[in-house]
């Protein structure tokens, strides 16, 4: 079965960097395109990052672009958000969501906490 297991979240300090993968299984990886969704205390869940599946194009909600890089080794079966330059508004629980004949597939979260 299709599995999303993100990692690498945790507590960080603004301005500092956090890089998170989301390792996947039970589909041909390669096929599909990946995206990064957050979702804050009280807010709707919202579109971090996308890459298509082998031209690895790239697409960022406004607020994280020159800050945050999506990217995917279809080798390894695994996505990745580099997160630099952290805001205390970046603060949520990171989702990895794959697409995949029209149905939607979730990680579990990781919790990213930007704070001093």
């Known amino acids: 079965q299709v599995q999303l297991v993100e990692s690498g979240g945790g507590l960080v300090q603004p301005g500092g960097s956090l890089r998170l993968s989301c390792a996947a299984s039970?589909?041909?990886?390669?096929?599909?395109?990946m995206r990064w969704y957050r979702q804050a205390a009280g807010k709707e869940r919202e579109l971090v990052a996308s890459?298509?599946?082998?031209?690895?194009?790239?697409v960022y909600v406004d607020s994280v672009k020159g800050r945050f890089t999506i990217s995917r080794d279809n080798a390894k079966n695994a996505v990745y958000l580099q997160m630099n330059s952290l805001k205390p508004e970046d603060t949520a629980v990171y989702y990895c969501?794959?697409?995949?004949?029209?149905?939607?597939?979730w990680g579990q979260g990781t919790q990213v906490t930007v704070s001093s």
């Open positions: 969501r794959a697409l995949i004949l029209t149905r939607e597939y």
């Open positions: 039970g589909f041909t990886f390669s096929n599909y395109a």
């Open positions: 890459i298509s599946s082998t031209r690895y194009t790239t």
